[in-house]
């Protein structure tokens, strides 16, 4: 049975084996027979170390509010070799209709946000970068063309990263300062390149519903993870291909009960809510207006600390967070630059 490229990927990524590579495998590479040795070396490679929620948010903030959007646009089926104008128009959508309404709607509440972009989505589309940085949002990695880094060697992985920095910043003007690993694909390998190149924070793990320090086979790293969850994320809800089961199968406006219980949670642990948006998803006009009512909700609450991912980060390692907005003047109920 011939079985395509993105299958045998996706195979591979759930721990399969791809039955046209090799044959049976090994009685000594199976789960059930490894070592302890083994198994936790597996577990501790890259670990959640201390908590990083905060005694207090800036402004004396009781909660704090991170929206996020990852900029895919066209690279999701670039990367997965479907280059037809079907698939390609859903994320033409994205950057074309989804972007200016999202950031008028950013605007109208004045909150700020951070856009993870692939650097191909970056280069097919440098205006959305321009008009990001205009309006004060941060601009972050999120790989070159939506690459699986879990199907990369090091080499591979390294240089599509150090790609993706040099396009960042060349288009933004800034260099990028966190990552958002495509898909939340965290290689092996993952953790020693964002020290290697100085990043300071990730937000691809979801190992606590608050920041943490992230481990390196057991040893503080410095690097700051912003965790994020499916829960939190449109993709799981609202997702539709029409080559496979996957549907949406949620109402949009489930959504926003879904979403306001998890705020409303984190402000009275006084802690972190963090939201993972695809335009190309939240950006049509049945679903938009769920992210409009969760903002005017939130917004209509004191106390609030609203702040793009690198001002989280910042603000953890004991920085000034509003010294990485670039000319930005915002005032939510709270904002970094308060």
């Not at 895919?72 to 033409?92: A, F």
């Not at 004045?110 to 205009?134: K, M, T």
């Not at 829960?231 to 609202?238: N, S, V």
């Not at 910042?314 to 670039?326: C, F, Q």
């Given at each position: 049975m011939t079985r395509s490229?993105?299958?045998?990927?996706?195979?591979?990524?759930?721990?399969?084996?791809?039955?046209?590579?090799?044959?049976?495998?090994?009685?000594?590479?199976?789960?059930w027979a490894w070592d302890e040795s083994r198994w936790r070396g597996c577990v501790e490679r890259v670990r959640a170390g201390r908590s990083l929620k905060p005694q207090a948010?800036?402004?004396g903030a009781e909660v704090a509010v991170a929206l996020?959007?990852?900029?895919?646009?066209?690279?999701?089926?670039?990367?997965?070799?479907?280059?037809?104008?079907?698939?390609?128009?859903?994320?033409?959508?994205?950057?074309?209709?989804?972007?200016?309404?999202?950031l008028r709607l950013l605007?109208?509440?004045?909150?700020?946000?951070?856009?993870?972009?692939?650097?191909?989505?970056?280069?097919?589309?440098?205006?959305?970068?321009?008009?990001?940085?205009?309006?004060?949002?941060?601009?972050a990695l999120h790989g070159w063309i939506h690459e699986w880094n879990t199907t990369l060697d090091p080499d591979t992985e390294r240089d599509l990263l150090m790609r993706s920095i040099d396009v960042i910043e060349r288009l933004s003007g800034s260099r990028p300062v966190g990552i958002r690993t495509p898909s939340w694909d965290f290689s092996?390998?993952?953790?020693?390149?964002?020290?290697?190149?100085?990043?300071?924070?990730?937000?691809?793990?979801?190992?606590?519903?608050?920041?943490?320090?992230?481990?390196?086979?057991?040893?503080?790293?410095?690097?700051?993870e912003i965790p994020v969850e499916w829960?939190?994320?449109?993709?799981?809800?609202?997702?539709?291909?029409?080559?496979?089961?996957?549907?949406?199968?949620?109402?949009?406006r489930e959504l926003l009960r879904i979403w306001l219980d998890e705020f409303e949670q984190a402000h009275r642990e006084h802690g972190l809510f963090q939201l993972t948006l695809h335009h190309h998803v939240i950006g049509h006009r049945s679903r938009i207006i769920v992210l409009e009512q969760l903002l005017e909700h939130i917004s209509s609450i004191s106390g609030v600390f609203f702040a793009r991912h690198d001002e989280v980060a910042?603000?953890?390692?004991?920085?000034?967070?509003?010294?990485?907005?670039?000319g930005s003047d915002r005032s939510g109920s709270e904002t970094a630059a308060s």
């Open positions: 490229p993105r299958a045998v990927a996706r195979n591979v990524r759930a721990g399969g084996i791809d039955p046209g590579a090799r044959g049976d495998v090994a009685r000594e590479d199976q789960p948010w800036p402004g996020s959007f990852d900029s895919d646009h066209e690279t999701i089926p670039l990367r997965n070799s479907e280059t037809h104008p079907g698939r390609l128009s859903q994320g033409e959508y994205g950057a074309r209709v989804a972007v200016p309404r999202i605007d109208h509440h004045r909150v700020p946000a951070s856009f993870f972009v692939p650097a191909v989505s970056a280069l097919l589309h440098p205006g959305e970068i321009g008009a990001c940085v205009a309006a004060g949002h941060e601009i092996d390998h993952t953790l020693n390149l964002i020290r290697e190149l100085h990043l300071t924070y990730d937000s691809s793990l979801i190992a606590d519903d608050e920041p943490y320090e992230l481990l390196a086979d057991g040893a503080p790293t410095g690097i700051v829960i939190r994320d449109d993709a799981p809800y609202l997702t539709m291909d029409r080559y496979t089961g996957t549907r949406p199968y949620t109402p949009p910042a603000y953890l390692a004991g920085l000034d967070p509003g010294a990485t907005r670039r």
